[in-house]
């Protein structure tokens, strides 16, 4: 049982009006959420009213639950905090698992909030409605895709209980469960109380930072592997200061894409492996002593490398803990490390601020017929005029034309790779930034989430979102070529625009692209659809050196 910081337990005699609802929607909000995204049904619809009548936090319903937590997801990914996703008990929650993994996966703390059955009802013995095996089934399925759990069906230890859950979903920066049942929420109900967050082990930081400087120092070819907790914990600032002043090469992994946006550090680009940029690649593979912070080791991540990295040359501090090849510290929080690195930083190589990395710019204004990394450079052209704008990127070649873009916010699910991510998170873009994304997305993600387009009317929602329409599953075909099942209709995405409250126009060649992009990006007053037209059996250049390079690895593999 966690420790809470003191005066909690007299906090708790006092509710001052509060009710569970509203007690829970303050602790939410003291621990940085910055509004809730959702969709009712019964089961929920009294802690919908409390969302609403309190306006603790501004309420975006969206059409379907997927999208819910992707948008909720990627709330959190740009806050680095709770992102929030209320959804009803049974074919609400459950139609949200596949998003709630994603963000497990990738490490996104994503507070779900279910509605449930009232104690009476639970007693009455009937199968209930939305109920699939028992009353706890969905429970038991969300323990799986959670780091924390509760149901919150005794309003004494609720605050407790909320306490653990979100301060849970903050330390380990993944999604967890919050049960409420309908006859509860308005039960009155105190403060939630802060708990005293876990004591960074300052002194076993230290110790571990002097063997990781000592260990930088004594190799010939030190570099450094940043991943997405640089992210979550927002430590971009600290790590390029950090990086700065040690002078070793940087490089950040494929999920940590669109990490240091704006920072200055020694930074080579993204590793890719076979599939990105040699010199990269050569840095982070030919290091012998390379540091991870915050890297998940995934396939996305490692997986396309002819040479495998040693990994008992390596330091990885991930999840909480440091590992050596030969033994661990547990318990050193990664801004910990950061915080003792920096204290004994200096210079041990040369590598400067490098400039930015290498991205292609200047489409020629002609009436050549369009391919995918055409899109990339055309958004390089337009944010080298007019500012970089923030990216959602959807899986399928978006994800790797996201790649050929330059250093900007993006979010993109580089790991798990759900499709349907794209639009809701541009979405969310919009409500937690402020600021007006850029989505790219394929014609197949598109059919699965695109259209929650039409809500953007009702929010006041701009993104300009390209649709990269190749009448294919594209990126299977890369793996497997001969198949017609790969081949989709043209659904013609462009016309629906207007219908759904946006402007579209779809666009073939390079002028039509530049023509189109400008003049999206100055009307601001609804969503812009740019259907962009491709050819099947066309791929940008980092997917055709991904799905190249995962070819030769099979190849090598089966010899
Ligand atoms: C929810 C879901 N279903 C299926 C997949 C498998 C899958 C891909 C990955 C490998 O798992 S890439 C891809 C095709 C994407 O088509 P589109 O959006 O049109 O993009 P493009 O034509 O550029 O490929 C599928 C179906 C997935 N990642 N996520
Ligand atoms: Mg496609």
Redesign the pocket.
Known sequence: MQDFAPGAAVESRRTNGRTLATALLDALKDRGARQVFGLPGDFVLPFFRAVQESAILPLYTLSHEPSVGYAADAAARLGSTLGVAVVTYGAGALNMV?AVAQAYAEKSPVVVISGGPGAEEARMGLGLHHQVKSLNSQFEIFREVTCAQAILNDPDTAPFEIARVLDTALSMSRPVYLEIPRDLVDRPCPRVPRLALPQADATAARACAREILDRLRAAERPAILIGVEARRYGLEGKLAALCRALGVPVATTFMGRGLFAGEILPLLGTYLGSAGEPDVAEAVEGADCLLMLGVILSDTNFGVSYRNIDLRASIRAFDGAVAFSHHNYPGILLEALVDALAEIAEPIGSAAAAPSPRYTTGLVYDDTPLE?SDVATALNDLFATSGVMPIAA?????LFVGLEVCETDLVAPGYY????MGVPAGLAICTATGRRPVVL??????Q?TGWELGNCRRYGWAPIVLV?N?R??????C?QPDQPYHD?DDWHFAQMAVPLGGEGVRVETRAQLKDALAAAYRDGRSFQLIEVMLPRGK?SRS?CRYSAAMRQLSVLKDE
Request: charged share 15%; net charge negative.
């Open positions: 596949n995918p959807d899986v399928g070649d978006s790779a759900s499709m349907g997305v394929g014609d197949g993600a598109f699965m990269l190749n294919s599953w594209e990126m299977l075909r793996f989709l791929t997917l």
